[in-house]
């Protein structure tokens, strides 16, 4: 490759990090080289500029959601009664791209108010139901694809990984520490978002982290013992009481 100029598109990287210094050795080696990586961790290399995907808009989503059906169905057609229906459909995907694709690909065996109400009542085992469209065994399903991260990540994470799903909306690491009894959790959760298993935002100078619905669900059902989601739960409550306490207290001042 040294005297080439070439883009070079590698997929997938996570499952091979251990690689990332011969792709930095190639990059010095081979001036001509470019390299466009998709992984869920980065690779630190020098120079490297990473570019987060993020969620679809809602438009992008539409489209995909619309293409990928007419694929099962040339003629299939969406009616303007039906437009809060598929609104509410992608919602519940969350913007994820493989989601929409599976979805999608049921509009030849399921209505589109069954597709919403099998989302809204039972979304776990939707998600558990598998692809036949799907030609890797990572993408079989929706569980599938975020067991193969689940598996990348150390025991520590995959412990608080599981717990975190107990958490309502976005959370700071200190709300981490006091309802998870865990220390310095501030390097799991930049873990966990380093496996695009959490998203953040700056929230009044700091951090706050988010959980995706789609994965919270997988996240939930990695607890297992319903005393420790109970006492998660209690914890949880407890923590969040205080919080707002010395929140009014603070207004009150």
Known sequence: LQNRNILLALDNFEGVLSAAPL???LLQ???????LITSQKALNLPGEKQIE???MAD???????????????QNWQISPKDMPIVAEILKLTDGIPICIEWVAARVNEMTLPELQNGLQQ???K???DKNPD????????IEACIDWTYRLLSKPAKRLFSQLSLFSGGFFAEDVEAVCQIEEASELLESLQGHSLLSWQE?????RYLMLPTVQQYAREQIGDKDKIEALRQRHAQHFLKVLFAGCIFLLK
């Open 23 to 25: 792709i930095g050795r």
């Open 29 to 35: 080696a081979c001036s001509g080289v470019r390299c």
């Open 53 to 55: 995907v993020k969620s």
């Open 59 to 73: 438009t992008d989503s539409f489209k995909l959601f619309y293409n990928r059906a007419r694929l099962k169905r």
């Open 122 to 124: 039972n979304r776990a």
């Open 126 to 128: 939707f998600f558990k």
């Open 134 to 141: 799907s030609v890797e065994e990572r993408h079989i399903s």
């Open 203 to 207: 929230v009044i100078g700091k951090t």
